[in-house]
């Protein structure tokens, strides 16, 4: 026999309510981590910086000048060189080092003009004598027979063949010191401007 109480409503089932927690509890479930993203953001900080140290270690390279370039592969260590300077003057030896911000030249000699001039009825004639000079012989201060010159003072430079003048009174003057002193009169040309006029007077 079922009762029902008063004011005919049946009684509520005595039943436990669930609810959800407002907040997850600290022990629940982990939040995600995106690995992909980190790894990628990771490797492309390795590249920005190891680019960064590349770029500063070139440029570092490049600006002391010292580094080797395609020029100094031009230069015949077995031959003699001549090096023009802005001045016009030239000079021949040996180089050693070739860089941008210099140029050294070992066992060096120059050429020494003097002109001579003759004069006859109708024509004056001016001879010059060439005297091939080492570095570091006849001048008062001394110096040693070895030179650095600025990269900017140097127009071109050419490798030089053994079988030219220059390079055979080079070689006269290593066996001979005392062949320096000898003079050939020409009315051709140094490596560097014209030696001889010939001018008809009037």
Known sequence: MEFTPRGGRAAAPNAQTTTAPAHPHPGGRKRHIDWVAKTVRFELFIVIVGSALLLSAVSLWLATGN????????????????????????????IIDLNNKFVVLNDVFYIENQQNSSDSKNTTTNNTNYTLRKLGVTELHKPENRMVINRDQVTFWENLQDSGQVVTKIKEYNSNPNAASQQGTGTGQTPSASQSTTSTKP
């Open 67 to 94: 580094y080797k370039n395609a020029e100094t592969k031009q230069v015949n260590t077995k031959e003699y060189q001549a090096v023009f300077l802005a001045n016009s003057q030239v000079y021949f030896g040996k």
